[in-house]
């Protein structure tokens, strides 16, 4: 099974958005509901790439529920090493977002830093 170059490309395009909510409380109540879609997205995927990301989505998650900043900007630093990673053999045409999306993962792991 694969994922479609649609469903990705909606994805990326919401998340992407939503991550430049600068309202770190309100960014984090609606993370759970875009980490659900992403691994949804993800297990329809097949590779080592995709089951790290998605074990790094739901450690993620239950940080999250934890509301322990340290834990969670490791993660999201953890997650936008990934996701970087992952954009080495991507299709061409999301490798833009790609970066963006590591990119707003690790500014925020920054910001949590300095909380």
Do not use: C
């Amino acid at each position: 099974m694969s994922i479609s170059h649609s469903d990705s490309a909606k994805q990326f395009e919401t998340t992407i958005a939503a991550l430049g909510i600068e309202d770190l409380d309100q960014l984090a109540a609606a993370a759970p509901e875009k980490i659900d879609g992403w691994i949804q997205l993800l297990r329809g995927g097949s590779g080592a790439s995709y089951d790290t990301l998605i074990g790094d989505l739901v450690a993620l998650k239950g940080y999250l529920a934890g509301n322990d900043a340290a834990q969670i900007s490791a993660s999201l630093q953890t997650l936008a090493e990934h996701t970087n990673a992952l954009a080495d053999g991507a299709n061409p045409i999301f490798l833009d977002s790609l970066y963006k999306l590591g990119q707003k993962l690790s500014d925020i792991a920054r910001q949590l830093k300095q909380l």
